[in-house]
């Protein structure tokens, strides 16, 4: 890497002056997440440590984030290490000894306006119904049928939600996992991504659990101490604080410019920006990205998942680790709780009691809107209607805004109805082989999850290495996607006689 003051390019800002620097380098990594730390630690293992890496924020770890609450640390973002046995997160997790607790879906209690709601029955139903849609879909995929909605492969199966306490477990089984309702999502890609994960075949045996991160070090932990193999402390290689504006590319390289007038030249650059950055235009593309990478990018979706935060004076629900609110009028409004009081999870001399209760899709858009007041009273109403009215006012109340946070757009990626594989090879397609795509929802079989992220930006680190070498791997993209067969449309008939 080599840094140069460009002085014909001072920058003046009132009476200050700060210097734009330039840099060259061979491989500029965008965005210093779990995929970008994945992409550096991969080309540092093949000999390439003439990279850079840009991070908006001041630590790595991207939507690995903790802060302070009540008198505990708890995760804004990634929570669970999804997908145990030979799974790379849980490999780290087990390697530097983060602490996690066994988390149990069954141990849920359902509430609705009369108070505490038998609905177990119908729960396991769904259950099971879910697994007769899994089923399904893997029959249509080797078949080469189409895909379904989430809805439609649930409805075929035979589940359907008929009433509110329906809705409410259909959320929690679905909506409260994947981010979006089964209506916008993809019934064959949600299934096949949940076998890659969850069955054995991936990671081995032992691989069909979750562990819930509990660490006062943070989730994060694990990745910054392996970013430690490739950035020394005060290493110039590492731009922190540093947000990318725009991306120039051709056949012969990138250049990078950033929010602080410093610009970047390198062969390669591999961005981790989430797949909501991209959607929402943060980024400056010269020249315009092409119509087949717009196609991918736009196609996928980027859902958001809002963990809200209460820690009250003393604990007024159950014991039970989830808690299901059947709310009469809205599918999903607060539907899903958790409590952190339950055995295990809280530190022993902790005196805090934490419920939190998760937002998604529509409702996090609107809260992101509103105050943390207004929030916290909309609940406290909803609350009141589950306990009574005694139940105490909480005395810490916090929520994170990932869906207009610029750095990130939402919490992580879902497979849309509509988008097809193809579609998601062109948002992962290089542009000229010079700017590679990493980052969760570049990942076929993980998008959504952090080793979706770790193994993108393994990948991407490697295809960059050849490159380096001179031996760039072939990328294929698809510059038209047709399968629109049209067979029993009458749309046929009408262009035929155009
Ligand atoms: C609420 C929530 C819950 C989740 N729960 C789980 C879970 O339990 N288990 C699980 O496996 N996964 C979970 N995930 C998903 C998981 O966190 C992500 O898949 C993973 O962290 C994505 O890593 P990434 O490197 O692809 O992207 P990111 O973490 O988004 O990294 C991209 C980086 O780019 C930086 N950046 C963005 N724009 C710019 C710019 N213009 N200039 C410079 N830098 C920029 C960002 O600051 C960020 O650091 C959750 C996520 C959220 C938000």
Redesign the pocket.
């Known amino acids: 890497m080599r840094k140069s003051i460009v002085l014909s390019t001072l920058l003046a800002f009132g009476c200050y002056l700060t210097e734009a620097k330039s840099y060259d380098t061979k491989v500029v990594i ?7 730390i994945s992409a550096a630690l991969n080309l540092t293992a093949n000999g390439i440590d003439d990279i850079i890496m ?4 001041d630590t ?5 984030q903790d802060v302070p609450f009540a008198d505990v640390n708890v995760e ?7 997908g145990l046995g030979t799974n790379p ?1 849980n490999q780290l997790a087990l390697k530097y000894k983060l602490r996690t607790a066994v988390t149990d879906g069954d141990d849920v209690v359902f509430y609705g306006e009369k108070g505490k709601i038998n609905a177990t029955e119908r729960y396991n139903e769904m259950n099971k119904y879910y697994e007769i849609m899994s089923e399904d879909a893997i029959k249509r995929v080797k078949k080469d049928q189409v895909d379904l909605a989430g809805n439609v492969g649930l409805d075929i199966a035979g589940w359907y939600a008929k009433d509110a306490i329906d809705e409410a477990i259909e959320y929690y089984v679905w909506d409260w996992e994947m981010g979006e309702s089964p209506e916008l999502s993809s019934t064959i890609f949600t299934v096949v991504n949940d076998q890659w994960t969850y069955g054995e075949t991936s990671f081995g045996p032992g691989s069909d659990g979750d562990s819930f991160v509990i660490d006062p070090r943070g989730f994060k932990h694990i990745f910054q101490e392996e970013a430690k193999k490739v950035f020394v402390p005060n290493d110039k290689r590492l731009l922190l604080d ?4 725009k991306i120039e590319y051709n056949d012969k390289g990138v250049t990078v410019h950033t929010k602080n007038g410093d610009t970047i030249h390198a062969e390669y650059a591999i961005t ?3 797949v909501g ?1 991209l959607q929402h235009k ?2 400056e593309w010269s020249p315009k990205l092409p119509a087949w990478k717009l196609e991918g990018i736009y196609g996928f979706h980027m859902a958001t ?3 809200i935060f209460m820690n009250f004076p003393t604990q007024f629900w159950d014991d039970n680790q989830f808690t299901v609110w059947v709310d009469p009028d809205q599918r999903g409004y607060y539907n899903a709780w958790q409590n952190l009081n339950a055995e295990g999870f809280l530190p022993k001399n902790s005196s805090s009691n934490i419920f939190f209760v998760t937002a998604t899709q529509d409702l996090s858009y609107r809260i992101e809107a509103m105050t943390d007041e207004e929030v916290k009273d909309e609940i406290m109403v909803v609350l009141r209607r589950m306990y009574g009215n005694d139940i105490p006012e909480p005395t810490d109340f916090m929520f ?1 805004r ?1 869906h207009s946070n ?3 757009r939402g ?2 990626s879902n497979w849309p109805i509509g988008e097809m594989d193809e579609h998601h090879v062109n948002m992962k397609a290089p542009l000229n082989n010079r700017v590679f795509f ?4 570049t990942s076929a079989e993980y998008y ?6 770790w193994f ?2 393994a990948e991407a680190g490697l295809k960059v290495s050849k490159c380096v070498k001179g031996k760039c791997p072939v990328s294929e993209y698809y510059p038209e996607i047709t399968n629109a067969k049209l067979h029993a449309s009458a749309i046929r008939s009408t262009l035929s006689k155009k």
């Open positions: 965008l965005g210093g997440g779990v995929s970008g840009v991070e908006a924020r790595l770890g991207g939507k690995a804004l973002g990634c929570n669970w290490v999804q997160i540093t947000t990318v504006t981790t920006f989430s950055v943060d980024i998942y809002t963990k994170p990932w610029p750095l990130f919490s992580y990493a980052g969760e929802a959504g999850f952090l080793q979706g992220a993108s930006g």
